[in-house]
């Protein structure tokens, strides 16, 4: 559970720039070789982490 509480335009907000960091990663990797693939791998699977955890985190409140 996190200290602050966002409201729901500023989480969609947030949502939205991590989806995009996370397309625009995942079309380098599609252009890169050895380490810089892998670089923008881990960054897809760390804005994908992100991305789960807020809306895993919206749904747990939404139930109580």
Do not use: N, P, W
């Amino acid at each position: 559970m996190t200290a602050q509480r966002f409201d729901a335009a500023h989480l969609a907000h947030v949502i939205a720039f991590l989806e995009a960091q996370a397309a625009d990663s995942r079309r380098q990797a599609c252009k890169e070789t050895g380490q810089g693939q892998t670089f923008y791998q881990g960054r897809v699977s760390a804005f994908e982490l992100a991305l789960s955890v807020l809306r895993r985190d919206g749904d747990d409140h939404a139930a109580h």
